[in-house]
């Protein structure tokens, strides 16, 4: 496995929570911890004080009031009953002679990792068992590069409090989740191990493969929209040469767009299998669905027919009023032939053309625009294209398209290639941020267990996102070694966000590392969400704590601390280029209104240094607010 050096959380995150006053201790056999004795009831009952916790328990032994023991669990059964592990704990003695003592009656050695397991949970009166002393003292020895004792203590803390096994998988998915970069190199690394691994099923490689590419290069999908777009012009545009529209056709017919046997004489009208036109009672999203009921209506239907032509011209938010207006014409000279089969398919035939050339047209200014059913103009064009195109499957043609355009020998295809490369990095704004974060999360698969048990979405859906498939990969039981280390790896990193993500009464709290490439240029952004739910179930956006992650090759480590008070939002940027100020103050008033159109308010932008101390008071700060307001506390 590569070596990798982390950044963590516990960088800017305050020390581990002690557990909280209004939770119950919950013990379980076999636990040891540090208490002392409040007062004494008959039947060698007392009370006993565990850090803010108290809890009446039975004693094997009599004991004196006011006397601190280290006690293990025997009994939770009817009561709780404990045994004495050490005599009284005077004041006398130091934490070390306490530790000591408790680490001999329980017979166990007093290694150095030992010692600074036991101090932390004695410090942070947390109780734990021999065996999971045992367990914390050998993940002592073995801690990953990167990852320091702090972090590893914090885990087992968090493992404890929140009753989750105490196992080895556990902790390692804890240790890595808790990173705030590093996953992009994560998944280069198991990319190249599986590229290059053999006995590995020749099809699990591929699928694995093609959902690792669509991670690493989230806006292929875009640059296969563009060289789609431009294909299609090339194809419809009656005066290009012969030879460009041949290459343009050929490069579809190898992305799997068009059939094989398409012909610059009929490849609009080669769509392959169709799929189960829809009745005319029902209004089509898809241009490829409206052609289709205009291509299988009988004359009779013809009204109908037309009045969904209509609506779904009236409805394309993704079509300018020119282009609606050039339709429409195109169907009002329908309704003046007679309604026969034939005219018919010369409506189809015309609205099938006027719609590819429209939405081609288009493609360049809604890059990363949909419509109100959530499709854009390369959705629309491949739906005209084939028939059987499912959303599910469009993006899986458009990166063909790009890896085909990309290997061709052709210069002109390759030189499309590079200007619409060139042309989606121009046009990379907020909507293609958002675009690329919802692609890795969905692609990654990181919910992927709650949305099975859910029945949410699509079954084989969720079978090509790469938390199922890695999974079922380590299940193989002849892997090359590298490989299962790089998978682990990656499924730790995975599991880690699950884990550290959850409820902690009406706080919840949401972590993901979302690992992005743009054009070569690589970033990790790592987000942390702590919301205080109102009582009708939904976050209360009026009051928000933010802190961005990001590592980037340029700007290398920043973070960005956002406060949100009764939607005032407050930003401080933590980063050591001097020349971030010139960069920001250029931003400011396009942040400003973007705000505003969400009914936020932009009290300020800070630039500071991303110093230790400073990053420390922030996060001072940050819990203090989040115990004495009602607010949301997000860090990325």
Known sequence: MNPLTFTSFNSIQSQPQTMQINQPLALREGQVFHGTINKLYPDQTAEVQVGQHKLIAKLETPLKAG?????????????????????????????????????????????????????????????????QLLASESWMKTLPEGVTKQDALSAMQRMLEQKMPFTNQVFQALIHGAKTDGMSHVLQNFMNQLSTATGVNDQVKTNLLTQLQTLTKPLDAETGGVLLARAVEQLTDKTASVMNRIQALAVLKEAGIVPPNATLANWQSQQGPTQATLPLSTQPTQAGQLIQQVMTAKPEESTQMLQNIRTFIQNESLLTNNQKAQLNQLVDRF?????????????????????????????????????????????????????????????????????????????????????????VQ???????????????????????????????????????????????????????????????????????????????????????????????????????????????????????????????????????????????????????????????????????????????????????????????????????????????????
């Open 426 to 636: 121009n046009a990379v704004d907020s909507k293609a941020m958002e675009q690329a974060l919802k692609t890795v999360l969905k692609g990654l698969g990181i919910s992927y267990e709650a949305a099975l048990s859910n029945k949410a979405g699509d079954i084989q859906a969720l079978a090509q996102q790469l938390k199922p498939q890695v999974l079922s990969l380590l299940q193989e039981l002849q892997i090359p070694s590298p490989l299962r280390d790089s998978g682990e790896m990656l499924m730790a990193r995975m599991n880690g966000m699950q884990l550290l993500s959850g409820e902690n009464g009406h706080q919840h709290q949401l972590i993901m590392q979302v690992p992005l490439d743009f054009f070569g240029k690589r970033m990790d952004a790592t987000l942390q969400w702590n919301g205080r739910m109102g009582k009708d179930g939904k976050v209360d956006a009026n009051f928000a704590r933010v802190l961005f992650y990001l590592h980037m090759e340029s700007l290398q480590e920043t973070i960005i601390d956002m406060q949100v008070q009764n939607r005032i939002v407050t930003i401080t940027v933590f980063n050591d280029n001097p020349q971030l100020n010139l960069l920001a103050d250029s931003l400011k008033q396009s942040l400003k209104s973007g705000l505003l159109d969400k009914e936020y308010h932009l009290s300020g932008i800070f630039i500071k240094n991303i110093t230790q101390p400073i990053v420390d008071n922030v996060t001072k700060k940050s819990q203090n607010e989040i115990e004495n307001t009602n607010s949301v506390d997000i860090r990325v």
């Open 67 to 131: 006397d601190a023991h280290f006690f293990q669990v025997t009994s939770t059964a009817a009561q709780t009953e404990l045994k004495v592990v050490t005599g009284p704990m005077t004041q006398a003695m130091t934490p070390q002679q306490q530790m000591n003592q408790l680490l001999q009656n329980m017979n166990l050695p007093q290694t150095k990792e030992l010692q600074q397991v036991l101090g932390h949970f004695m410090k942070e009166q947390v109780p734990i068992s021999r065996e």
């Open 335 to 423: 309704t003046q032939l007679p309604q026969n089969k034939q005219t018919m398919e010369v409506l189809a035939r015309q609205l099938n053309e006027q719609l590819l050339k429209a939405f081609s047209a288009n493609n360049d200014s809604r890059l990363f625009t949909q419509n109100e059913a959530s499709l854009s103009t390369k959705d629309q064009i491949l739906s005209l294209l084939k028939s059987d195109a499912t959303l599910a499957n469009n993006d899986a043609m458009l990166r063909a398209l790009v890896r085909v355009s990309a290997e061709s020998a052709q210069p002109s295809v390759q030189a499309a290639f590079t200007q619409a490369e060139v042309q």
